[in-house]
């Protein structure tokens, strides 16, 4: 079975300082690869997405980045941590099967910038 | 991606059915209906898709009107452990396509 592992679960970070969140996914080849972040008491917002190794899209401005340096692999990170890079950061898989799509997330990790 | 319409909130009393509407009255021909849920803390939950026949599983059923613009999840016993934000999304299902999650629907379940 697929499973998609996700660390660290919380973080606490000063402002000015690196990022780097770590998702990788096992049981499955070739995944889409997403980042989503969730801010307190609000939805989704889809940052980053990936159709394969080194293939990054971006939805959104933002001092943040993503690499896909293996297939099952997907890294968050940022240079330097704004206040505002707080929340809910989620990270997920999708396989296309008989053209429908589902989506799996993981754990989470809460960030707090201070 | 076509946008959806939930309402922010609802009530439900354990052991009732709970049904959920979504409104999206901009859906095109080849989009799908996704529901996921939200519990505090956790990762996003897969519940049930569907394109254009209701569709039923362990979790929930998806019911979708004939001219698709609108859909009801329905939990048919709810529990507590089903409060949660439920998120209705429609898009086209085909690999490297985004989905975004919009506000959902609280339901919160009372004893």
């Known amino acids: 079975s697929q499973t998609i592992h996700q660390w660290p679960a919380t973080l606490v970070q000063p402002v000015g300082s690196p990022l780097s969140l770590e998702c990788t996914v096992e049981g499955t080849s070739n995944p889409n690869l997403y980042w989503y972040r969730q801010a307190a008491g609000r939805g989704l917002q889809l940052l980053f997405y990936s159709v394969g190794i080194g293939q990054i899209s971006s939805e959104v401005p933002q001092n943040l980045s993503a690499s896909r340096p293996q297939d099952r692999q997907f890294i968050l990170s940022s240079k330097k941590l704004l206040l505002s890079d707080s929340g809910f950061y989620l990270c997920?898989?999708?396989?296309?099967?008989?053209?429908?799509?589902?989506?799996?997330f993981g754990s989470g990790t809460q960030l707090s910038v201070l | 991606d076509a946008k959806t319409t939930q309402p922010p909130s609802m009530d439900c009393a354990e052991g009732r059915a709970a049904n959920l509407p979504c409104n999206h009255s901009?859906?095109?021909?080849?989009?799908?209906v996704y529901w996921y849920r939200q519990i505090h803390s956790q990762g996003p939950q897969y519940i049930i898709h569907?394109?254009?026949n209701n569709e039923t599983n362990e979790m929930a059923s998806l019911i979708i009107t004939e001219d698709r613009k609108s859909s009801t999840l329905i939990l048919p016993h709810a529990t507590l452990r089903d409060t949660a934000v439920y998120y209705c999304i429609v898009r086209v299902a085909y690999a490297g396509n985004m989905l975004t999650f919009g506000g959902g629907t609280r339901l919160m379940v009372k004893p």
């Open positions: 997920a898989w999708s396989v296309l099967v008989s053209g429908r799509e589902k989506l799996f």
């Open positions: 569907g394109l254009k």
């Open positions: 901009t859906i095109s021909g080849n989009e799908y």
